[in-house]
């Protein structure tokens, strides 16, 4: 080993022994992680992807807009919001049998997990009547469940979870410096008191971000810290990429560095090892080498289906043949 590597070693050991005495992460000791040699960060990814997981298993997740369209907030990326002209109109929420269909169709195709998503700020607690008939019917079907309504009160969080939720899911979207740049109807304050309900309801977080909306390295590395500094850190960690959706204001935002996706999945690896980082948003627009990358520096979810919410995500088929050209295998159920 040359003294060069040895030196890389032991700084980089020095690290990750700072941050599991302490349990956190300062946003320059993850830019710090950003800043490796790619090789050298992927190594690191992948020495702690396969101490804590099966490297060759990626966990199948399928999402589902039970109401879809017509929100009243302002995030800039986003299609569903009333007030940008992106050609999606507002629905009513689904009914119960079409989301046990949906449900079941997913299991058929080797989904374990199953993410319900409404357009909402907030649910009303009347609508929340629904969704936990349809969180008991999905779980009996024997799938893992999820859902991300906007943000939650604590009886809310207490309901769902009563009604069998697994996963609530609830992004910090960027860093705190960032955010404000983007979303103006609520605050990331507002995101935080949502999560610590859910947390103490007993529910499993699943909380995650975008990438590639304009924000700096630094503010990557931001939004990572923020993550990784939740404690405990969420159980599920979808990174998304920008999906730039004519209409939405970030519709002309300049492409990000693939590379630098790969990264911050890398990054997500290392602060959180035993967290499922999920491949999101923009899996089509990366293109298969780019989220084979993304597998070599740990992801080990995505959203599985022709469909995300709104926008389209790489066919059931197309995702099958790379994952066997790979040897990856679809998560069990028991596993
Ligand atoms: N309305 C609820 C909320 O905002 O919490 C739940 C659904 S919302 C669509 C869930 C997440 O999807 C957002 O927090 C954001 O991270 C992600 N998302 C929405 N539009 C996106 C886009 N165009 N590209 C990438 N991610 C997006
Ligand atoms: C998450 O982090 N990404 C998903 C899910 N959680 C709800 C949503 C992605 C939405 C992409 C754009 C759309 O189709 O609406
Ligand atoms: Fe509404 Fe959620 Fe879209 Fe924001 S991300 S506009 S809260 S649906």
Redesign the pocket.
């Known amino acids: 080993m040359s003294s060069q590597t040895i030196a890389f070693h032991t700084a980089a050991k020095k690290v990750a022994a700072t941050a599991a005495a302490n349990e956190i992460w300062p946003v320059a000791e993850v830019a710090a992680l950003f800043e490796l040699p790619f090789n050298d960060l992927m190594w690191r990814a992948q020495q702690v992807h396969r101490a804590h997981f099966d490297a060759n298993e990626v966990e199948l997740a399928t999402l589902l807009s039970i109401k879809t369209g017509g ?5 800039g ?5 009333a007030r940008y002209d992106t050609g999606v109109t507002a629905q009513k929420m689904m009914p119960v049998e079409e989301v046990v269909a949906a449900a079941q169709g997913a299991k058929d195709s080797g989904a374990t997990r199953f993410c319900m ?5 907030s649910p009303k607690d009347r609508d929340l009547d629904a969704v936990e008939d349809m969180v008991k019917a999905v779980k009996a079907l024997g799938l893992e469940t999820c859902a ?1 309504l ?1 943000m939650l009160k604590e009886e809310q969080a207490e309901r769902l979870k009563t009604a069998g939720l697994d996963y609530y899911n609830h992004n910090l979207d960027t860093a705190p410096e960032f955010y404000g740049d983007i ?1 103006t109807t ?1 605050d990331y304050q507002d995101r935080l008191d949502t999560l610590g309900h859910v947390r103490q309801a007993g529910l499993k977080v699943c909380c995650g971000g975008i990438v590639g909306m304009g924000e700096s390295r630094q503010q990557r590395a931001g939004l990572i810290s923020q993550l990784a500094n939740l404690n405990p850190y969420p159980e599920s960690v979808p990174i998304n990429h920008l999906v730039a959706v004519e209409g939405t204001p970030l519709a002309d935002q300049e492409a990000l560095d693939p590379l630098e996706f790969v990264r911050t999945i890398a990054v997500a690896r290392i602060t959180m090892p035993k967290a499922r980082v999920r491949l999101s948003a923009g899996r089509r627009q990366l293109g298969e080498g780019v989220q084979t990358l993304c597998y070599l520096a740990g992801a080990n979810s995505i959203f599985y289906g022709d469909k995300l ?1 709104v926008t389209g995500n790489p066919e059931v088929e197309e995702d099958r043949a790379l994952l066997n050209r790979l040897g990856i295998r679809g998560k069990s159920s028991q596993s």
């Open positions: 929100c009243p907030e302002d995030c990326y986003c299609p569903q919001a998503g409404a357009a909402w700020r991300t906007g979303i609520r919410l």
